[in-house]
């Protein structure tokens, strides 16, 4: 299975992207689908997650609000809508799944076995 992550780019403090992570496969089957961010030299962060059958949100304290996490089942695509952003949210976002995941592991990196190639957001102060 390979997730392909896009919308990244440079925005000004307080503007809004929205970016997307498809599927390769069709038959593949996720219990969560989820992003996580990297800055430089900091460790990976879980930012927002999306349960594929109940479509229940998880989210970062530090996004709460601002972002919003959806799935589009037809696209086999999530998407993560970020309004309000700011210089902080600078990193380089992932986008996770994985089909045995439980719900006490979906803010750990280590627990997905399936991974984007990172899409890079900038936030200009």
């Known amino acids: 299975v390979q997730l392909q992550a896009s919308g990244g780019g440079l925005v000004q403090t307080g503007g809004s992207l929205r970016l997307s992570c498809a599927s390769s496969?069709?038959?593949?089957?996720?219990?969560?689908m989820t992003w996580f961010r990297q800055a430089p030299g900091k460790e990976r962060e879980f930012v927002a997650a999306?349960?594929?059958?109940?479509?229940?949100?998880y989210y970062a304290d530090a996004v709460e609000g601002r972002f919003g996490i959806s799935r589009d089942s037809a696209k086999n695509t999530v998407s993560l809508q970020m309004n309000s952003l700011e210089p902080e949210d600078t990193a380089v976002y992932y986008c996770?799944?994985?089909?045995?995941?439980?719900?006490?592991?979906?803010?750990?990196?280590?627990?997905?076995?399936?991974w984007g190639q990172g899409t890079q957001v900038t936030v200009s102060s």
């Open positions: 496969s069709r038959t593949f089957s996720p219990r969560f």
């Open positions: 996770a799944a994985d089909s045995a995941i439980i719900l006490t592991s979906i803010r750990s990196a280590s627990a997905y076995l399936h």
């Open positions: 999306i349960s594929v059958r109940g479509r229940q949100t």
